[in-house]
Nanobody, 129 residues
Framework: QVQLVESGGGLVQAGGSLRLSCAAS????????LGWFRQAPGKEREFVAAVNWNIGNTRYADSVKGRFTISRDNAKNTVHLQMNNLKPEDTAVYYC??????????????????????WGQGTQVIVSS
């Protein structure tokens, strides 16, 4: 059973940067895909970015492409989300999620919420204008 803990959220002005981290316990991310999702007040949870732990390929939502970067640290069993040029519409609770790729294509970077089966508690990001 994998457990995920997010950190790094906070308050930042528009145009600023923030780095989120997601640490795992219980097991490593071997043969997993790791994703970041976010949920703004009154809105549905949406996909942000994902990284494949096997080969490191990534996927991004159009709204964050070019501004956000997801990365993995195998030694620390941690995934990061570097957020640059933040906008007020980026304000949300950000969640880390893990999806086992056992028995599936090794290169997958799932982008749908229902594909993930492990979730962290979330960390708040507020971007002021």
């Amino acid at each position: 059973q994998v457990q995920l803990v997010e950190s790094g959220g906070g308050l930042v002005q528009a145009g600023g940067s923030l780095r989120l981290s997601c640490a795992a316990s219980g097991r490593t991310f071997n043969n997993y895909a790791l994703g970041w999702f976010r949920q703004a007040p009154g809105k549905e949870r949406e996909f942000v970015a994902a990284v494949n732990w096997n080969i490191g390929n990534t996927r991004y939502a159009d709204s964050v492409k070019g501004r956000f970067t997801i990365s993995r640290d195998n030694a620390k069993n941690t995934v990061h989300l570097q957020m640059n040029n933040l906008k007020p519409e980026d304000t949300a609770v950000y969640y880390c999620a893990a999806d086992s790729l056992s028995g599936r294509y090794y290169y997958l970077t799932p982008s749908h919420e229902y594909e993930y089966d492990h979730w962290g508690q979330g960390t708040q990001v507020i971007v002021s204008s």
